[in-house]
């Protein structure tokens, strides 16, 4: 007895040596790491993307050099589709890709794919759009008040709209619209459009195995491509849209449609696509997560740098045919800060895609809180979470200790100044509460039930389809 | 001797007659028909692009050049701050070009065939030997056969991704995803046209083998090979025709690399020129496809059994 006591004293004893050892040494680690960056683990790099103006970050990290200034050897590949894309991250054909924002927290809570993706870079603020056909724009227009010269008075809000999808219930016809994806910003933002105007878009109700997203909906929401927007409201199968640039511009272009708002009119400065990669690379990688997310941070700086002068360059790159591949002036039309609403009517919306500014890169918990509220809001989440468990997902997918990391390195290495990231010292991940919604309603990401109460149309606490 | 002649001048002319007339209806129908990407484009226009298409496949190459000085000045900057690095040349990651786009397409119908024609030719010559195999395999290759490759193609990449896992893969998983696909469609009329060439050979040949007592082998090498070339390279054509067509379409759903993928990427663009461009790989497309139609012709001319013998 005596002697296995004396086994056991010793056993304690290695134990905590060990571990001392251990701390000591990965303590040392941690200040090289901010000495020196290793060399990326992984060089040879394939991302996917979307043709949208928003993947712009990817396409300048390539063509300034950046990802090879970090020893990256980036290809960069177009994909059909955003679920296409998904499923390439996850089997690993892709590294890492422009994605929604609410495809990673959509897969590491479970809903369609499961898969561990991590963000440690958001992509963008802004830069969508809800667009109509010409049609419906007719039939809208009469309901909204002008200005003196005659032009419609913008934001334009659903209340427009409300009518018309009565009208077309009265005589029995379905009122089709388009977005992007089911956890897409997109469908959040038309969502949340249309409820601000009275408008029903329905409920999904995923554990009765109804994933289409239509029930009690007013407005019928269905999935299309972004690049196939145009075609499909040409064609007539859907009367509007939601969707990123160039795709509504593109329909003015044609003209076969009027843009009515922006994202940027629903909610100021609202966050876009990030940089997804799984769970899995970023362990395995921990260098190259490091290096590919400073490349992309260089990128994002240089397209915002001195109030958007390398814009026509950007734009110049952009429309080449590997990348949006979209004529120039189509894409020139959102990205040099103005948009074109019903042809000839072009108006300033300076801040129409942020990429720095305003800490657009920055992975905020409560932009990832924001997209679970929608979720929760529209019976994608099927049943009532604890604001903990909100802020435990978002901990999960949205890393803002790499993003930190990768930005102290840059600071470090006068690649950027500490001016560029003003609040990188004492940041806590969340947003101060955002005011500029369209229908006035104020979101706090530390609360997210409170928020999710306070909408008129959509789920609350303890309601269950 | 002048109605010879005649003949012989019609047997030229009409082509000539049939392209021209073609090429007229085609600009006059091009001029009538207006999409929201602009006027559907004329042959001038597609002449335009495929001048655009060289001259930006010749501007891919400099670039291509630079990277690679880039990377060496790289990898020997890095040698000498770090002496035990083993130096790497990576692959250039530049966009592939509209000839990057033919060559891929092109090796991966090939590989995908010849894979194809490696499976399925022993499989039709024991098929077309045994009665009991014909009629064991028999009702699989009828069911099988009139699948679509591209119904196969979502299996296909599911079992790829999960099946060809590799930390450095010798081919890309696309590559082997239209491989496969191609392998697929190739697969039964080759089957079925050796197994019906084997079935049909001369009985007095096969009475001839039988009284030398040749053994199986010899069999197939002396009697049966030679005898049924005729029917192999019949099923061989014909599966090539149907694996180009069902490549581009492989490539254009499943974005693997490729002239489908080049379409598709075009139309995704949406740009003034897209449709022209388009319209110049459908060209591309249709040149490539008859190529590789008359290649298959000759080869079989060239290794035909009954001309051999008679020419001798």
Redesign the interface.
Same mark, same amino acid.
Do not use: H, L
């Given at each position: 007895m005596k002697h296995s006591w004396k086994k056991i004293h010793k056993h304690v004893c290695q134990a905590v040596l060990a571990a001392s050892v251990a701390l000591t040494s990965l303590s040392a680690m941690a200040k090289a790491d901010k000495i020196e960056l290793g $060399?990326p683990e992984k060089? !040879?790099l394939k991302f996917g993307f979307i *043709?949208l103006t928003d993947m712009a970050p990817i396409a300048i990290a390539?063509e300034k050099?950046f990802f +090879?200034d970090e020893?990256l $050897? @980036?290809?960069? +590949? /177009?994909? /059909?589709n955003w679920k @296409?894309l998904l499923d390439g991250v996850i #089997?690993?054909?892709l590294d890492g890709a422009h994605m929604l924002a609410g495809q990673p927290i959509a897969a590491t809570i479970g809903y369609g794919t499961e898969a561990e993706i991590i963000t440690p870079f958001s992509m963008d603020l802004n830069g969508n759009g809800i667009t109509v056909s010409n049609d419906i724009w007719r039939q809208m227009k009469v309901n909204i008040p002008k200005m003196a010269d005659g032009r419609p008075v913008h934001p334009i809000k659903a209340d427009a709209l409300k009518p018309v999808v009565e009208k077309y219930a009265d005589e029995g016809k379905p009122f089709n619209m388009g977005m992007v994806f089911p956890v897409s910003t997109h469908n959040y933002e038309l969502r949340y459009w249309l409820a601000a105007g009275g408008i029903h878009p329905g409920y999904y109700a995923p554990h009765k195995g109804d994933t289409s997203g239509q029930l009690d909906a007013e407005v019928l929401l269905s999935v299309t491509p972004p690049? &196939?927007m145009?075609?499909t409201m !040409?064609a007539g199968t859907i009367y509007g849209y939601c969707v990123g640039e160039p795709w509504n511009q &593109?329909a003015v272009f *044609?003209?076969?449609g009027v843009p009515v708002v922006t994202d940027y009119e629903i909610w100021k400065d609202n966050p876009e696509k990030v940089f997804g990669i799984t769970k899995q690379f970023a362990e395995k990688y921990p260098n190259t997560t490091i290096r590919l997310t400073r490349a992309l941070i260089r990128a994002a700086k240089w397209l915002d740098e001195n109030n958007n002068a390398n814009r026509p360059e950007a734009v110049k790159i952009l /429309? &080449?045919?590997?990348y %949006?591949? /979209? #004529?120039a002036e %189509?894409i020139a039309n959102s990205m040099t800060g103005t948009f074109e609403y019903e042809k000839g009517d072009k108006r300033e919306v300076p801040d129409f895609n942020v990429f720095f500014r305003y800490n657009a890169t920055y992975p905020y918990y409560s932009d990832a809180i924001w997209y679970l509220t929608q979720m929760r809001r529209w019976g994608q989440i099927d049943s009532d979470k604890p604001d903990s468990w909100y802020m435990d997902v978002a901990k999960k997918v949205y890393r803002p200790d790499i993003y930190e990391k990768a930005a102290q390195s840059l600071i470090d290495e006068k690649l950027m100044s500490s001016s560029d990231f003003p609040t990188l010292a004492n940041e806590d991940g969340f947003r101060d509460p955002q005011t500029h919604f369209i229908d006035g309603i104020v979101y706090d990401g530390t609360k997210p039930n409170e928020y999710i109460n306070k909408f008129s149309i959509g789920l609350k606490a303890g309601d269950k389809i | 001797m002048s109605a010879k002649l005649g003949q012989q001048l019609t047997a030229m002319l009409m082509p000539l007659v049939g392209v021209l007339c073609f090429l007229f209806i085609w600009s006059l129908s091009a001029s009538q028909i207006e999409t929201s990407l602009g006027k559907f484009p004329g042959p001038g226009a597609v002449v335009t692009q495929v001048g655009n298409l060289y001259n930006e496949h010749v501007s891919e190459r400099g670039k291509e050049e630079a990277f690679y000085q880039r990377q060496e000045k790289r990898n020997a900057e890095r040698l000498a701050k770090d002496p035990s690095y083993v130096v790497k040349v990576r692959a250039y990651t530049g966009k592939e070009t509209f000839v990057d786009q033919i060559a891929t397409s092109l090796i991966t119908v090939l590989a995908g065939f010849l894979l194809a024609a490696v499976l399925a030719i022993p499989l039709g010559i024991a098929i077309g030997l045994s009665k009991a195999l014909n009629s064991a395999i028999n009702p699989m290759i009828q069911i099988f056969k009139p699948v679509s490759p591209l119904a196969w193609l979502p299996l296909v990449t599911m079992v790829v991704s999960a099946v060809y896992v590799s930390n450095d893969p010798l081919f890309a998983k696309s590559f082997i995803n239209s491989m496969i696909t191609v392998t697929l469609c190739c697969l039964w009329p080759m089957i079925i046209q050796t197994s019906v060439g084997v079935a049909s050979l001369n009985s007095d040949w096969i009475n001839v083998s039988r009284v030398l007592r040749l053994p199986a082998l010899t069999h197939v090498r002396k009697i049966v090979l030679p005898a049924t070339i005729p029917a192999i390279f019949t099923g061989m054509r014909t599966s090539l025709g149907i694996a180009w067509m069902v490549l581009i379409a492989a490539e254009m759903l499943a974005q693997n690399p490729g002239l489908g993928k080049f379409v598709w990427d075009e139309f995704q663009n949406g740009s003034s020129q897209s449709l022209s461009r388009i319209m110049t790989a459908v060209f591309v497309i249709g040149l490539i496809g008859y190529m590789l139609d008359r290649g298959m012709l000759l080869l079989q001319r060239w290794l035909s059994w009954d001309k051999a013998s008679a020419s001798r």
């Open positions: $060399y060089e !040879e *043709k390539y050099g +090879e020893g $050897y @980036v290809t960069i +590949e /177009a994909q /059909a @296409v #089997d690993g054909r690049p &196939q145009p075609a !040409e &593109q *044609k003209g076969i /429309a &080449q045919s590997n %949006v591949g /979209a #004529d %189509v | -």
